[in-house]
């Protein structure tokens, strides 16, 4: 299917229509506040330079917006690549019969996908057709998705890639406070720990900006420990930094219980007055004595003792989890043993102390609250609850009864592709999931058995090219909108700029195909604003309520956190000061038991596999890989490995290496470094085609979560190429 995108010039930047716009930029879950100017300076083309100047758009941080204050990592500024690109999809394009894309008008591609849509769903029934979003939408694009589903295409399967990201911490979060915010408290709040357990993620890449946070509370004394496989950049500069086995974090954390109970940490009145659940939990945590937890994780009694002291009361303790141990088939499990171990040290709700876990996507936040995911409508409300279905019902104005019920996860959504009963057409908004999902061979077969696929993106990246029609969407500095950062502060994206004139919003493109699914009239809005309005409406109530909000509200501060259920009500910064989010206002302990991985190391395939990120690349890499400046410092995807476990088998830095595991097999170049265990390797999944890291991975499944178990899978080494080079740098 692969074919090469007619090229058309892009548009240069004529029409800037608001520079000096205060916005956020397009990545991650940190949000930082960004002000755009034209760089270099426009200026009348003259002699020499005739028409040799293309402005770019510059992107600076601004220094009022107080999450990032002025600071900004490498992804951040150079955003501005992407808007221009000469890759960028300007028209929409057709599959035609030769396999190649051919351009054609709005018209023509909205009214095949709603016929082949429409033919799928005569031959098949409704529900043969899914949808899957994103975290990277905002919020009204997020909401617009989910009552496009259940009203437009009346298909209980739509489901997103947050599935991927933030669903073992959300379910966990709810599980035990009742309530699913990544941090309760305002990311400042950071500073006041006196000591920080960052668990699984490694921000001083992923969210860069944090670093200003962390600086401030280690020059207030405050300490850092980080429980990584590998020595991050975050665990250089930790106090302590514990490299537990893949996949073992739910047996260190019981193992830290264990010794806070042993020592006498535990915080009883803590635990009586504000919990349920603890004698549970207690007698299972007697199982995990030092001797046993050293053995499952690695990592010394010594250290363990170090960590429950460090973190005990008196000092203000926080543990912050993240990816590395939460996209495991026990990510939700583990994250709630790191919930429990929180609440016996009685710090949670006090400021610069407790509980808290690291949102990914730019609005990974809002992109789970608003009704993309399969079990869930606005505000956080079930769609299995009566009462929550007639709530949502009567805001769109039509029949509790007519709204689906739940459907398929993410996994189990594609999984299902082209299968008896299962989607035969689909609808990808925002997502690359041939680079992002687990188990790739099995996806790409999936994919490709699929009777019809739509794909609305920027660019025509490994996804769309299994795809029948390429519908190219605004991006970020294009449109207006509202994103949730990881901290729950609703904030603004606004136009800077005007977008190519081939390109339409993904809202727009949904009102259009609502309109040919005889829904029209629940899709006709004047304005963005006009989405959030409703939504709001929809969110009334629920446990993410922004009934009290509005874009004047939230442009006055730096953002409204939600709940902020009424338009006098100052929003919520900070969550669990007083009460929890269960019914009788208290936190629930839950007990939890380390079990094996879906896959664990044996004779044949005898070495942990883990993945994650690069500071320089952005998730599928879609966007990151097109960016001449992050491309240029990171072309290529590194393998990294032990000296002991390189020097095993004749591995030197710059080698080439394949891995195989039981799915399929992945040539790296090696990177040579102590900076991981040496049992283990890891290799970022920012790269398709046969560079992609997912080509390995496994999707066992959480079994509440429905998480894949991205972080762990079992190879073996099995070819090594020689160095061509000298690959010096590579050696670190
Ligand atoms: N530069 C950059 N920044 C990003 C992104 C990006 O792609 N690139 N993506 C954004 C998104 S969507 C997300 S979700 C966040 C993710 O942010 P993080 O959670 O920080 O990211 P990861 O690199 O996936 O995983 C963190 C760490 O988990 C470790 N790990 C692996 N297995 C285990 C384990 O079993 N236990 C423990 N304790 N640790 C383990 C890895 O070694 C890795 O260092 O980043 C966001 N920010
Ligand atoms: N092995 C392994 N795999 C992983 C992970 C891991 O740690 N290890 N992490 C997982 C996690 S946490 C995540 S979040 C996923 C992310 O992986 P993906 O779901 O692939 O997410 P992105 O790469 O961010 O893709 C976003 C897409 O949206 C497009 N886009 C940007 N703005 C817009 C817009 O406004 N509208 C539309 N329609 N499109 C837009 C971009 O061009 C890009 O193609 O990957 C998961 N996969
Ligand atoms: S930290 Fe995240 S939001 Fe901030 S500039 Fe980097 S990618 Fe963008
Ligand atoms: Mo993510």
């Given at each position: 299917m692969r074919s090469a995108l007619p090229q058309i010039d892009p548009p240069t930047l004529p029409e800037l229509a608001n520079l000096g716009t205060r916005t956020h930029c397009p990545y991650c879950a940190f949000q930082c506040g960004t002000v755009l100017t034209l760089d270099p300076p426009a200026r009348p083309s003259s002699g020499e330079t005739d028409g040799t100047i293309t402005p770019t758009v510059r992107i600076q941080g601004d220094p009022d917006f107080p999450v990032n204050a002025g600071k900004l990592c490498i992804k951040g500024w150079t955003a501005g690549e992407l808007l221009r690109h000469p890759q960028r999809v300007l028209q929409p394009q057709i599959r035609g019969r030769d396999g190649r894309w051919q351009r054609a008008t709005w018209e023509a591609a909205l009214d095949l996908v709603a016929e082949r849509l429409q033919r799928i769903q005569q031959q098949h029934g409704t529900d043969a057709v899914g949808v899957f979003g994103s975290g990277v939408l905002t919020n009204e694009k997020a909401y617009l998705l989910g009552k496009f589903a259940r009203l437009a295409l009346n298909t209980p399967h739509i489901d997103y890639n947050g599935r991927y990201c933030m669903s073992s911490a959300a379910a966990a979060g709810n599980k035990a406070f009742g309530i699913d915010r990544g941090l309760p408290f305002p990311v400042g709040d950071l500073v006041l720990a006196e000591t920080l357990l960052i668990v699984g993620s490694n921000p001083l890449e992923t969210l860069p900006p944090m670093v200003q946070w962390l600086d401030q509370q280690q020059e207030l004394g405050g300490r850092l420990i980080v429980v990584d496989p590998r020595r991050t950049a975050t665990a250089q500069r930790a106090q302590l930094h514990l490299a537990v086995t893949p996949g073992a974090d739910l047996a260190l954390a019981n193992g830290l219980l264990y010794l806070a109970i042993e020592e006498n940490l535990v915080d009883r009145n803590f635990l009586t007055n504000r919990t349920t659940g603890w004698d549970a939990v207690r007698r299972t945590v007697l199982d995990y004595p030092p001797v046993q937890v050293e053995r499952l994780t690695g990592i010394s009694e010594s250290a363990m003792r170090q960590t429950v002291r460090w973190l005990a009361k008196p000092n203000r303790g926080l543990i912050l989890t993240g990816r590395g141990t939460e996209q495991h088939a026990k990510g939700v499990d583990s994250v709630l043993a790191w919930i429990n171990l929180a609440l016996a040290l009685g710090h949670v709700g006090e400021p610069g102390s407790g509980f808290g876990t690291l949102t990914g996507q730019g609005n990974g936040q809002g992109g789970r609250e608003h009704g993309q995911k399969a079990d869930q409508l606005p505000g956080y409300r079930l769609i299995e609850i009566d009462a929550h279905r007639e709530h949502v019902a009567r805001v769109w104005g039509v029949?509790?009864?007519?709204?689906?019920?739940?459907?398929?996860?993410?996994?189990?959504?594609?999984?299902?592709?082209?299968?008896?009963?299962?989607?035969?057409?689909?609808?990808?908004?925002?997502?690359?999931?041939?680079?992002?999902?687990?188990?790739?061979?099995?996806?790409?077969?999936?994919?490709?058995?699929?009777?019809?696929?739509?794909?609305?993106?920027?660019?025509?990246?490994?996804?769309?090219?299994?795809?029948?029609?390429?519908?190219?969407?605004?991006?970020?500095?294009?449109?207006?909108?509202?994103?949730?950062?990881?901290?729950?502060?609703?904030?603004?994206?606004?136009?800077?700029?005007?977008?190519?004139?081939?390109?339409?919003?993904?809202?727009?493109i949904l009102s259009e195909l609502a309109q040919r699914f005889g829904q029209g009239d629940r899709f006709r809005y004047d304005s963005t604003e006009a989405i959030f309005d409703e939504l709001c409406r929809a969110t009334a109530g629920g446990v993410a309520d922004y009934a009290g909000m509005s874009y004047a509200r939230i442009e006055q501060s730096a953002g409204l956190f939600w709940p902020c259920p009424h338009p006098a009500h100052p929003g919520t910064p900070r969550l669990f000061a007083d009460r929890f989010f269960h019914a009788d206002g208290k936190a629930k302990l839950h007990p939890v038991q380390h079990r094996p991985a879906g896959e664990e190391p044996d004779s044949d395939y005898p070495i942990y596999f883990t993945t994650g990120r690069d500071l320089e690349h952005y998730n599928s890499g879609t966007q990151t890989r097109r960016s001449p400046t992050l491309a240029g410092k990171k072309p290529m995807p590194r393998l990294q490995i032990h000296p002991d476990l390189a020097a095993e088998h004749g591995i030197v830095a710059g080698c080439r290496v394949t891995i195989a595991s039981r799915r399929s097999a992945v040539e790296f170049l090696a990177e040579i470094t102590r900076n991981i265990r040496p049992d283990t390797l890891f290799a970022p999944f920012h790269w398709g085609g046969r560079d992609a890291a997912n080509l390995l991975t496994q999707a066992t499944l959480d079994p509440t979560s429905r998480m894949p178990e991205f972080k762990l899978a079992a190879v073996r080494i099995v070819a090594v190429q020689p160095a061509i080079e000298s690959f010096q740098e590579l050696e670190s």
């Open positions: 029949d509790p009864a007519s709204l689906p019920r739940k459907g398929r996860s993410a996994v189990e959504l594609l999984d299902s592709l082209g299968q008896p009963n299962g989607i035969h057409g689909l609808l990808v908004m925002g997502s690359n999931v041939a680079v992002a999902s687990p188990d790739l061979p099995r996806i790409h077969e999936r994919l490709r058995s699929l009777s019809f696929l739509a794909v609305c993106d920027l660019f025509d990246h490994e996804t769309a090219q299994f795809a029948d029609v390429l519908l190219p969407v605004t991006q970020w500095a294009e449109e207006d909108g509202t994103m949730t950062n990881f901290e729950g502060r609703v904030i603004r994206r606004r136009t800077a700029i005007a977008p190519p004139p081939g390109v339409r919003t993904d809202g727009w």
